[in-house]
């Protein structure tokens, strides 16, 4: 563990990246329900397609952030760095479970080409070791993050050793984003092809990383307001300025470069403005941010079953659109109390159940 060098208590909840967590999920939702009802509506390098793709680029930095804020002072023992796993798995599985589940009932197991080496995969996440395939659309992220779990406790020693340490470790996962940028992706390859090469573990640690040490190194609210909101504006400006013709160039080669550092200059200029607000809108972001583990898995599960039903009673491709937004919302909402919140709760419930053995042993 390290103690936290930047003036936060341990743990402390910075909401403004949770309300853009919450954004981007919405975001990410509007992309995927624009682009499958009305393909070629949107502009492949438009301001929507570019945070369509690196809105989830944008959740592991935030992922980093708010584990090293939650675990500072910590994993100092080897039933701390349990304990997080521990939580790491009852926060993710069940609601991944429940929708690998929905997608084979709506899809079936035939449609979506399954073998058991798939079943097993998705069930035991061990297809985030590259043992299998996601089945779930927009679960290779939870791959990737779950890989990212099974790093974080030796990233966080590391990074949390020194400055140049944390240095050491930025700049070696920067050269793995680089490398996949320029030269790990063979030429020739299709859209889908060169989809599975972007998804890599590898591809997306540079990332994570980067929130590490953003969450340890920099304070919420160590600039100023001015000029955090001048870092927002040039993210904004960069990833608008996007310029390809398929979305694939987005991930690769410059477009790839400028868009990452826009993403990390996004995350950290809402990380510096830390702004909350008991309003409206501030209560709307913070429902957004709650549910957005949900409405991320769930989004594609709910749109499918509406059109499932939208064929039946011939309704357009808009109100697909428009119930399916409205359905997602409800559905992340009872999603969080029925299946997120039940299962980090017995995620707990076990935790402490295996500290008063441990008591008892002793």
């Known amino acids: 563990g390290c103690g936290f060098g930047v003036g936060m208590r341990p743990g402390q909840r910075v909401y403004s990246i949770d309300h853009l967590r919450g954004i981007l999920a919405a975001t990410i939702m509007v992309f995927h329900y624009i682009g499958w009802s009305f393909p070629g509506w949107m502009s492949p390098d438009g301001l929507l397609s570019v945070l369509g793709y690196y ?10 952030i708010s584990l090293t804020i939650a675990y500072d002072g910590r994993l100092t023992h080897w039933s701390e760095v349990l304990q997080f796993f521990n939580r790491r798995v009852f926060r993710i599985v069940p609601l ?8 084979i009932f709506l899809s079936g197991a035939e449609a979506l080409g399954l ?3 798939d079943l097993v995969a998705n069930y035991s996440l061990s297809f985030s070791l590259g043992l299998g395939r996601s089945f779930v659309t927009g679960g290779w992220s939870i791959g990737n993050e779950s890989f990212f779990y099974l790093l974080f406790p030796g990233l966080f020693w590391l990074i949390c050793r020194s400055v140049r340490w944390a240095l050491a470790v930025f700049a070696a996962s920067a050269v793995l984003i680089v490398l996949w940028a320029f030269a790990v992706v063979p030429s020739g390859l299709n859209d ?3 989809w599975w090469h972007y998804i890599s573990n590898w591809n997306q640690l540079h990332f994570f990383v980067a929130g590490l040490v953003m969450g340890r190194y920099i304070k919420p ?4 307001r001015g000029v955090s909101y001048g870092v927002l504006a040039l993210a904004m400006a960069l990833l608008a300025a996007a310029n390809v013709t398929t979305r694939g160039d987005l991930v690769e080669h410059w477009h790839r470069m400028f868009l990452s550092l826009a993403t990390l200059l996004l995350v950290l200029s809402v990380y510096q ?31 499918d079953a509406v059109t499932i039903v939208g064929t039946r009673i011939v309704i ?6 428009i119930v399916s937004v409205i359905l997602t919302v409800f559905s992340s909402w009872l999603s969080y109390k029925l299946i997120e919140t039940p299962g980090i709760n017995l995620g707990r419930l076990l935790e402490r159940s295996l500290s008063r053995r441990a008591v008892t042993a002793v």
């Not at 609210?221 to 100023?224: G, R």
């Not at 501030?282 to 409405?295: T, V």
């Open 55 to 64: 809105g989830v680029a944008a959740f592991f930095v935030i992922s980093g």
């Open 96 to 103: 991944y479970w429940a929708t690998a589940s929905a997608a």
């Open 115 to 117: 073998t058991w080496k």
């Open 192 to 194: 889908s092809e060169r």
């Open 221 to 224: 609210a160590s600039l100023s």
């Open 273 to 303: 403005i830390n702004w909350q607000s008991s309003a409206l809108f501030g209560r709307i972001l913070a429902f957004l941010g709650l549910i957005s583990y949900s409405l991320y898995l769930l989004h594609p599960v709910v749109r």
């Open 316 to 321: 357009s491709p808009m109100t697909v659109l």
